[in-house]
């Protein structure tokens, strides 16, 4: 996407300690509703409108993919309008494609329209090993053949073909990838033990919008392969991660703020954390007001929906340094997501990570540091803590965060929070 005009980029965030956080804001669309969104406009011939999309890198790294296969994309304010008319199966960009996990997204489309596709493994944030094997053995199911070498995977199929899917775990990007070639396959694909974030869901959503019949039954997705799909027009679901973020920071500084778009039945295991911690909340038609401090110590399993979010974890984890007593984080989804931990004991924590628990003894205060964002939200945890370590929190390396979160810097001063972004 091209920019809005506003700074993103820069070399760093500035964060002073701030009072409590008040007033409304909005959250924007979901990065990984809209990401598989961008991947399955290459499943039709005709222009997919998709409305409310943030501006964001990932977006924009994604429309430099679609350009690449071919596809035209335009963009008018927050709008962009998709024509895969023309496509072709270059192997894309490897240094744009290893920037982002949702690259392999494109596998689906391209090989339930082309048939062959070369692609680079994904990259993304280096929170685990995250491989693809998954989304290989669901392919293969379809009647894809693959080899994986040289950090690029082969893929090419006969004829695709409806077929039971069962994933041995429910990995989103697998499902997603699965769902979109099977809406090109010939007959029914049955998904077992597949995701069901509301991603997922929204993705199924903009699928039936271009004339795919896919549906959740029973805890398993359906899909009735199509000759072809049409056009469409689309609104992506808002964020539920920027919205908890926003929670979260509202909730560390005993705040009251509305949050407009906030999706309260996608947040139900965040809202129950605050609200067993101390932080009210009430939810509003179109929105969430959150409201007063959270203080007690909380224990929280990461886990897929309808469990805790994994991307939530992080920002969790700065609020749980400063309550009062000890609270545990077990993150079961990714093997290695604590990478804030090294940095929040640069703040004062006092973390100590046992496998995959982190156990979290809260302190008096956080002081502010020199901080690095090593993951998107990562950076979002650190953005909290600052808000509420004393003095001045400099965190380096927001590229990451900038991936994730439009803007964010403008949306928590607009709460009052006192964070400038270094140009
Ligand atoms: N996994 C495998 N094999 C596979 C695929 C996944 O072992 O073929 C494992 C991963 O290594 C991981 C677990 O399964 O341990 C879950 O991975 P999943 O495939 O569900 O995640 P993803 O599709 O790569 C999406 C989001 C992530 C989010 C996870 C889990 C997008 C673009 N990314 O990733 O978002 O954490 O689902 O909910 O949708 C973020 O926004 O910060 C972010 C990392």
Redesign the pocket.
Known sequence: MKNSGKTTGGKCLRIQKSGPLCGRCAVGTS??AV??MLAAALLTREPVVLHHVPDISDVSDMISLLRTFGARVSQSGHTLRICARHIKTTSPNFHISSR???SFLFMGPLLAREGCVTMPLPG??A??????????KGFEALGVKSITASGHVLAWRQTLRGAAVHLA??????T?NVIMAACLARGKTVIIGG?C?P?VCDLIGLLTAMGAKAEVKDGRIEIEGAGQLHGAEYTPIPDR?EAGTLMIAAAVTGGDVRIDRAPHKHLMQVTSKLVEAGAEVFPYPGGIRIYGRARTPMDIVSS??PGF???MQAQFMAACCVLGGQSTILET???NRFLHVHELIKMGAHIDVRGNTAVITGVGRLCGAEVKAT???AGAALCIAGLIADGETVIQDIRHLDR?YEHIEDKLSSLGALITREV
């Not at 929170?127 to 290989?136: K, M, Q, S, T, V």
Request: hydrophobic residues 35%; aromatic residues 8%.
């Open positions: 990065k990984n990401l598989p982002l996990r949702a993304g944030c929170i685990g090993r995250r491989p693809i094997d998954l989304h290989l775990y429910p990995s989103v990007g697998a997603e995701a974030e991603e991660i897929p929906y979010p994994t991307d989804v990714f093997e993951d998107l939200r994730g």
